[in-house]
Structure formats: C-alpha cells, structure tokens
C-alpha cells in the first residue's frame, strides 16, 4: 500500500516570511495529492489538491509542487499570518482498485508575530 | 450548504462499554469514510461507505464496524471499549467513492474518552 512520508513535523516561521512542507510518496500509481489544514478543535480543512497531470497549483498564498519523477509533493505558503498556525497534513491515493487516501503524520506550523 | 455533521461532539465512556458515532454527510455527498485520530498514529482510516456497502476497511480489529443508511448519514460502532480507543473519530463525506471521487470534507469529529 501507500507510505507517505512528511516533513518537518513542526516549524516556526517569522509572519510575513514563506514556509514550505514536503512530502514523499511510495506509490507511483498515486495520482491525487490533496493537503488538509487542522485548526485546533476541529476537522482536517481541504485547503488545496493537485493531479499528477500538473506540476504546480496556485491559490492566493498558497501552491502546491509536484515531481512525480522523485515522488514529493510540497506545499508553500507566502506572505504567513497568524491565522496560518495550524497542522497541516499531506495525503495522497491512486487512481485505480480500492485505495484510501493515505495521510502524512502532519506539520504543526506556528506563525511567529 | 451545510457542511459534515458529527455527533456527539464529545463522550466519555468506561472500559468494556460500547459506543455509537453519527455522521451526516455533506447534502448530495453518497460517500462516507471514518478515521480515527491520535497523537501517536496520525490519521488512520476505518473504512469508507457508499451506497450502503462497505466499499474499504483499514486494519482494525472486528470491534470496530459501521453502516450506511439509505440517506447516506452512516454510523461507527465501538464495542467493548479498551483504554486506546480513546482518540478523536472523524468522517469524512464525497460526492462518490474513492479513486473517482477524491476530494473529501471532514467533519469536526467526536473526542472519545475511555476510561
């Protein structure tokens, strides 16, 4: 099955600076990789996803990388605010049988004032 | 449109008690998955449901078991409670089952205590 691998698992950024998350994926055949932000209290939130048929998505401040040759997906975030700190998790499932998204074990992601 | 409904939001049960868990989908959304939560494991998953069959089952002992009703609320069941089942249980809804139909919404799950 699936290992996806994340990293850091905590990081503390300057707000207004960039923080970036990576992950790594054992499956070639996986083809969606969606990134989940968890705020304390609540449910994991679907913030962005990408398909193995693009290489980058952007949306507002945050973008999502793709190499499918090396197998890593990364998530940025530019301009960070306090309103960012949360955990954030990567997953990714392949696109055929009967997978299950696989998560990554999360990122806590503090924003500094 | 509402979003993913979970309760209850909170339940403290004592060992060898069991224990329900509801979920109402996303309006429209035929799928549900549960996970379960925990600083040690991350997110783990269950099993994931639609059309009332039970499509996907993670590694979780037979105490653990769901169902789909025909409107696609679904419920988990946890019986004879041991201390580790203690985590934060969520479900997650989609329009259809996985891998044609990815994207999927949480709720903001049920904290299960056991004691």
Redesign the interface.
């Known amino acids: 099955g699936e290992n996806v691998e994340q990293h850091p698992s905590t990081l503390s950024v300057q707000e207004g600076d960039s923080a970036v998350i990576k992950c790594t994926y054992s499956d070639s055949a996986s083809n969606?990789f969606?990134w989940?932000k968890q705020e304390l209290?609540?449910?994991?939130?679907?913030i962005i996803?990408i398909r193995s048929n693009v290489g980058e998505k952007k949306d507002q401040r945050i973008a999502v990388t793709l190499n499918k040759t090396a197998k890593h997906f990364s998530l940025h975030i530019t301009e960070t605010q306090p309103e960012d700190s949360a955990v954030y998790?990567c997953a990714a499932?392949?696109?055929?049988?009967?997978?299950?998204?696989?998560?990554?074990?999360?990122t806590r992601l503090t924003i500094i004032p | 449109k509402a979003g993913v409904t979970q309760t209850p939001r909170y339940l403290i049960k004592t060992r060898g008690q069991q224990v329900t868990l509801s979920c109402s989908p996303i309006s429209g959304h035929r799928s549900v998955s549960w996970y379960q939560q925990t600083p040690g494991q991350g997110l783990q998953f269950l099993f994931e449901y639609f059309s009332e069959t039970q499509r996907n089952k993670g590694n979780f002992p037979g105490r653990f078991s769901g169902r789909q009703f025909s409107n696609s609320r679904s419920e988990m069941n946890v019986s004879t409670l041991e201390l580790g089942d203690s985590a934060l249980y969520l479900c997650a809804s989609s329009l259809g089952p996985a891998p044609h139909y990815n994207e999927q919404f949480f709720g903001p799950g049920t904290r299960l205590t056991v004691l």
């Open positions: 969606y969606p989940y209290g609540k449910g994991p939130q679907l996803d998790f499932i392949p696109n055929f049988g009967n997978e299950k998204l696989t998560f990554g074990t999360g």
